[in-house]
């Protein structure tokens, strides 16, 4: 069990570039979550996968944010046209259960510096 | 929809000091509610949940909590700390209705030798 892998661990990008994040679940974990946190703050929901299906997006997630769990694996993060505002760690998640109540375990992060 | 508030956004203390992490949450419904230790430049880990029971929950590193319905609270708490709990730590609820957790902004835990 190598736990929750999130890469880059640091990105600095412009505004107006596109950036995206990966996140390596644990292995047969069925559920994956993605949030933000910004500094001062706690995680924010962002989307969840239950394996391949995404099935709740927050109103967090603008129409510049995408993610993807193509073969209910491994997920990508894709932000279009970056802004000052993103500027946050992304944080990803992954339970082996279908139950909110089954315990997340957390990656390190992402965190993203939009100049 | 649920929310959480963490009445202290900084605590600091003595090792071997007792500490008291303060959590309210607000629901409509039953909720589920979780504690998450965040050490520098790692990822949030669980210490410990409340899904239904005993109102008294003991997590890891010695940490335990109380649910309390009537004050809508869920403390944190840890007899005698050491200096390797310095952290950030954050409460979550989580309800029946939703498929999200929602955090609190966290208390820095910082504890002084």
């Known amino acids: 069990d190598t736990g929750v892998s999130q890469d880059p661990r640091h990105k600095i990008t412009k505004r107006g570039q596109n950036v995206t994040f990966r996140c390596d679940p644990i292995?047969?974990?069925?559920?994956l979550y993605w949030y933000r946190q910004t500094l001062g703050q706690g995680p924010e929901f962002l989307t969840y996968?239950?394996?391949?299906?995404?099935?709740?997006k927050s109103r967090l997630l603008s129409d510049r944010f995408s993610a993807e769990r193509p073969k209910g694996s491994f997920s990508t993060l894709e932000i279009q046209r970056t802004e000052q505002g993103d500027s946050a760690m992304y944080l990803c998640?992954?339970?082996?259960?279908?139950?909110?109540?089954?315990?997340?375990?957390f990656g390190p992060g992402t965190r993203l510096t939009v100049l | 929809a649920q929310s959480v508030t963490q009445l202290d956004s900084q605590v600091p203390v003595f090792e071997e000091a007792p500490v008291e992490l303060r959590c309210n949450y607000s629901?409509?419904?039953?909720?589920?509610l979780f504690w998450y230790v965040q050490y520098p430049n790692q990822g949030l880990q669980l210490l410990l949940k409340?899904?239904?029971?005993?109102?008294l929950v003991k997590g890891i590193n010695g940490f335990e909590a109380e649910f309390n319905k009537s004050q809508t609270s869920f403390h944190l708490r840890k007899p005698s700390v050491h200096i390797s709990d310095t952290a950030e730590y954050f409460c979550?609820?989580?309800?029946?209705?939703?498929?999200?957790?929602?955090f609190g902004a966290g208390t820095r835990l910082t504890v002084k030798p």
């Open positions: 292995s047969e974990h069925n559920r």
């Open positions: 998640a992954s339970s082996i259960g279908l139950a909110l109540t089954d315990t997340q375990y």
């Open positions: 409340y899904l239904s029971g005993s109102t």
């Open positions: 996968f239950q394996n391949e299906a995404q099935l709740e």
């Open positions: 979550a609820v989580s309800d029946y209705n939703n498929n999200d957790m929602r």
């Open positions: 629901s409509s419904v039953s909720v589920y």
